[in-house]
């Protein structure tokens, strides 16, 4: 999927995730796609409920290699 | 009454904790990370519901006998309030620079996280550094001194010349209603399982301790006691000056004084349930650190917790929870004083971030 910008959070554990996305989406345009990386196995529940607090869209979350990508969309 | 019963009740109590705790996702500073981070409120919601849980719990075991609250350590006369303040404070830096409060520790040892391990030795070093060693001394030489002592103790009914039934409702009640008061909050199965098993763990705990290792006399000691305690008095669930006598069992296992107790045992508890639900679930996984600063973070994290736990008198589960269950005003300080040590960390957090 195309992104605008990429947050690599892989060894972090809540809260530095959302924390760094979210300061990563303060510099992004609306509409600009956010991809992040992360490992911790709460990213997705986390990543959910920023999405539905903030109105930043939740593209798509994906588990590989225990590494969770998702893309997220600046509102 | 046997030692065994004690401890394997508190095991199994905090095995329970351990697998509801994965499985509900119950964490204290993610509590306090999506409400300061994300404006949601549910996992507080949570916290508050095992709060008044607890609470109302506990005070329906004093009501009808079965426990005495007073014959713990938090309503005791000795308000030691700058040491709730700082203890507390410096609890919540630290379980947000170390991924998470004292039972969240154990909950991602037993999901694999090797990070929280490192966090467990830190913590119980400092714990322990703090009970006896060079921290300990600037506790009671410096922070303890600033103390008030209140004759009838430090329980709301005590201090405020009111049946215990009274304020215990009020609060309960109070919680409940602004727990349950959000629609998204009663439609997720899993918040009102986090909450509620916590709270009652908590309660049973008191009966564990408070009936089961009760002894009128002691054979030796011709004392009451509390048997198999590092505190000699009535425990529920606290987890950071266990971590501190968990690796003082291990380093003097040949002492034969040396025992598991309440503590030690609901820390392995918690471990064990938590691996049991991580396993049963495939969601097991190894995690390790990013990088330097992640690994400073969790030394230092640990370190502070250790340090704040004990001298504040507990954690979010041994104070926030626990203690408040006994109406301890202590505890309520020791509540605020942690989320806003966090929330403010947290605050530090964002504005370093990509720095």
Request: proline share 2%; net charge positive; hydrophobic share 50%.
């Amino acid at each position: 999927m195309h992104h605008d910008v990429e947050l690599d959070a892989r060894g972090l554990n809540c809260p530095l995730p959302i924390l760094r996305a979210k300061k990563a989406l303060n510099g992004m345009q609306s509409g600009q796609v956010l991809k992040v990386v992360a490992t911790d196995p709460g990213a997705v529940k986390d990543f959910q409920t920023f999405a539905k607090q903030t109105g930043n869209e939740l593209l798509q979350h994906a588990e590989a290699d225990r590494e969770f990508t998702l893309y997220m969309k600046r509102k | 009454m046997n030692a065994a019963w004690v401890t394997g009740g508190a095991f199994a109590l905090a095995f329970v904790f351990g697998a509801v705790g994965n499985r509900t996702n119950f964490c204290t500073m993610g509590a306090v990370s999506d409400w300061v981070n994300m404006g949601d409120l549910n996992r507080m919601r949570m916290w508050l519901l095992a709060i008044a849980v607890a609470l109302l719990g506990s005070s329906a075991l004093q009501l009808a006998g079965v426990v005495d609250l007073g014959k713990s350590i938090y309503p005791g006369p000795n308000f030691t309030w700058l040491s709730y303040l700082v203890g507390g404070f410096l609890f919540g830096v630290g379980m947000t620079l170390g991924s998470g409060c004292g039972s969240k520790t154990l909950i991602r040892i037993g999901a694999g996280n090797l990070k929280s391990l490192i966090v467990y030795v830190f913590l119980g070093i400092g714990a322990y550094m703090t009970l006896k060693g060079l921290f300990g001394a600037f506790r009671v030489g410096v922070l303890e001194k600033a103390a008030v002592t209140l004759p009838a103790g430090q329980d709301l009914p005590a201090l405020l010349g009111l049946h215990r039934a009274v304020p215990a409702a009020l609060i309960g009640g109070a919680l409940l209603a602004f727990v349950y008061r959000s629609r998204e909050f009663r439609a997720g199965f899993d918040y009102t399982l986090g909450g509620v098993v916590t709270g009652l763990v908590v309660a049973g705990g008191w009966v564990v301790s408070g009936v089961l290792g009760h002894v009128a006399e002691h054979p030796e000691t011709l004392q009451e006691a509390f048997i198999a305690t590092n505190t000699g008095r009535m425990e529920s669930f606290s987890f950071v000056s266990p971590m501190a006598y968990t690796l003082e069992y291990l380093m003097l296992w040949t002492d034969k004084s040396k025992i598991v107790t309440y503590g030690i045992a609901s820390g392995l508890g918690v471990i064990a349930g938590s691996a049991a639900y991580a396993l049963a679930t495939r969601s097991f996984r190894w995690e390790g650190f990013r990088d330097a600063e992640d690994t400073a973070n969790h030394m230092v994290g640990g370190m502070l917790m250790g340090f704040g736990g004990i001298t504040a008198l507990g954690c979010t589960i041994g104070q926030a929870v626990t203690g408040i269950s006994t109406l301890a005003l202590g505890s309520f300080m020791t509540f605020a004083a942690i989320v806003a040590g966090s929330a403010l960390t947290m605050k530090y957090q964002y504005w370093r971030a990509g720095a």
